[in-house]
């Protein structure tokens, strides 16, 4: 059998999956988080955001946006009115008429085993053309993801059109690998998470034991714990990332630093 030992008992996966370890993965993440850009301070928002976009990459990415989202109403980073709507869902909370609301939406979806698709709706367009600010978020696992037609790329430059047409800030949150910050430098701010999205899981499910040794997206809860002010990015970029340029032919070209 090689390398591969005999499975894991339910005790060894209970103890993996403890409280006490899902608090230690969310202290490394937290820690983790590397603010890259942060033009004008952009970040952390603050109340004078009034209209804010969450835009994950998958659907999956939601119920940790949510989760996240309802704790930050709670330790107050958010206010506890904030009318919230998950565009892909349907699903809303708080208060219609507040000052301050959040849409959550995603932007991909997958086209066969191994492609992907542009999700960006009428209505998430609209929802970006009312915004102060835009959060969306991205993984880089090679090259390919970044390319000129690749869906994620599409979606993300016209994002990024879009909410400065509408003068709203924009920051990208990247979830893997971080070399597509060199890619968006448009961005006013970007913050590095390192850890790709999309487990669908909420950890809310865990306080009746029910789920207590699920994994959840804790590079994204962290990163919404920094993009809100509720944290401090006191992470260091463990690399270098490239500067990107635009050749005449629309092909990406990157450089080392």
Do not use: W
Request: glycine share 8%; charged share 20%.
């Amino acid at each position: 059998r090689g390398y591969l030992k005999e499975p894991a008992q339910a005790k060894d996966v209970q103890v993996v999956g403890s409280e006490e370890h899902h608090a230690k993965e969310m202290q490394i993440a937290r820690e983790a988080i590397t603010l890259l850009k942060n033009d004008n301070q952009t970040l952390p928002l603050t109340g004078s955001e009034k209209s804010i976009v969450l835009l994950g990459r998958f659907e999956t990415d939601g119920p940790t946006i949510s989760y996240t989202i309802d704790h930050l109403k709670q330790s107050g980073f958010v206010s506890q009115d904030a009318y919230v709507h998950n565009l892909a869902t349907g699903k809303t909370s708080g208060n219609s008429n507040a000052s301050t609301s959040i849409v959550i939406d995603y932007y991909l979806q997958k086209d066969g085993d191994t492609k992907f698709k542009e999700h960006y709706t009428d209505e998430l367009a609209q929802a970006i053309g009312k915004a102060s600010a835009v959060v969306v978020f991205t993984a880089c696992n090679s090259a390919e993801a970044i390319a000129n037609d690749a869906p994620q790329h599409l979606c993300v430059a016209r994002a990024i059109e879009q909410a400065h047409a509408a003068g709203a800030k924009f920051v990208l949150m990247t979830n893997s690998l971080p070399y597509d910050a060199a890619r968006y430098q448009q961005a006013d701010a970007i913050l590095a998470t390192y850890l790709s999205a999309g487990l669908d899981q909420d950890p809310t499910t865990r306080k009746d034991g029910s789920a207590n040794m699920g994994a959840v997206n804790a590079n994204v809860i962290a990163g919404l714990n920094v993009l809100f002010g509720e944290a401090s990015p006191n992470g260091k970029l463990p690399m270098g990332v490239p500067t990107a340029q635009e050749n005449a032919d629309g092909t990406a070209e990157f450089s080392a630093t």
